[in-house]
């Protein structure tokens, strides 16, 4: 649906966040993605919850349209792992993600422990072999595991694997922070999906406005100041990206339809762009790694 055969694209629940499920796989096959990311499991008490259980209507339905469209869920998300026993909500999460089809299911770092940390997740990764389903720790630029040096070191540990957010790759400025590509490369095959935004690049002064920024105004990939092209030219040729900008401005402006196309279209010309870099960097045409 591409028309890039080699790089699969989806568009990540977070983009459309007040979309279900069902209407969410419509609109993405519609603005041409090849998957979805699927929230299984509302982060903040305020979202719209989606049940998607094994037996639920609305699991049905996603399925049905899955179907129709060929549109398929690659990750489902969010746990915030913070030191407390998640494991019943985990499992529930990997029912959901096993019943869609998804491989992976994204979590985050709050817990300052980092030993109990990787104790967790090497637990999560053991319980979703049985679904099928591999935890991928994201780096988050307001959460205690920020930073891509510390999400690889903590799933090298646990046996799981990372996902890579460009916006909070690019807000990331604690420790190492000048080391940040430098561990990108280094990590690349940890990486089993790409989150694209774009944003200025002057950094939110407060947590407050970074969580802002985060949850609610991102930028279309390529209209910004972040190096979108450069980071898919780090990672493995044909490693599946995401849009993930959400902007409940430009929603509102646009509707969910526009939005998903306009997202479309920019991630696009980001991998049109960092072919470019590619072959510049490997003349002969020789892979990158």
């Known amino acids: 649906m591409t028309g890039n055969a080699r790089r699969p694209v989806g568009l990540a ?4 966040l007040n979309t279900a499920p069902p209407e969410l796989v419509g609109v993405a096959a519609q603005a041409g993605f090849d998957f979805i990311g699927v929230r299984v499991r509302p982060v903040t008490v305020t979202e719209r919850p989606y049940d998607l259980q094994p037996g ?22 969010f746990l915030l792992l913070d030191g407390s026993d998640q494991r019943e909500a985990w499992l529930r999460m990997m029912e959901a993600g096993q019943a869609l089809g998804a491989s992976s299911l994204t979590v985050a770092g709050a817990d300052p422990d980092s030993a109990r940390l990787v104790r967790t ?14 935890p991928t720790l994201e780096a988050i630029s307001y959460q205690p595991v920020a930073s891509i040096a510390q999400t690889a070191d903590i799933a090298r540990q646990a046996g799981c694997r990372i996902v890579v957010d460009t916006l909070h790759f690019n807000r990331y400025n604690g420790s190492g922070a000048a080391a940040q590509w ?6 690349a095959e940890l990486v089993p999906l790409l989150q694209l935004c774009d944003g200025p690049a002057e950094r939110p002064v407060t947590r407050e406005a970074l969580v802002v920024e985060s949850r609610s105004e991102r930028g279309v990939p390529g209209e910004g100041d972040f190096r979108l092209a450069d980071a898919v030219a780090a990672l493995p040729d ?27 279209s920019g991630v696009d010309a980001v991998l049109a762009t960092a072919g470019t870099v590619q072959a510049t ?9």
């Open 281 to 289: 960097a490997n003349p002969q045409g020789m892979g990158t790694r």
């Open 13 to 16: 629940q977070l983009s459309l």
């Open 56 to 77: 639920t209507p609305m699991l049905r339905e996603t399925l049905l349209r899955m179907r129709d469209t060929g549109v398929t869920v690659r990750d489902i998300e």
């Open 182 to 187: 430098e561990e990108l490369r280094a990590n």
């Open 238 to 264: 044909g490693l599946p990206v995401s849009a993930e900008a959400p902007s409940d401005r430009r929603v509102a402006e646009l509707g969910e339809l526009g939005w998903a196309r306009l997202l479309k």
């Open 121 to 134: 997740l090497a637990r999560m990764t053991e319980d979703g072999r049985g679904f099928g389903i591999t």
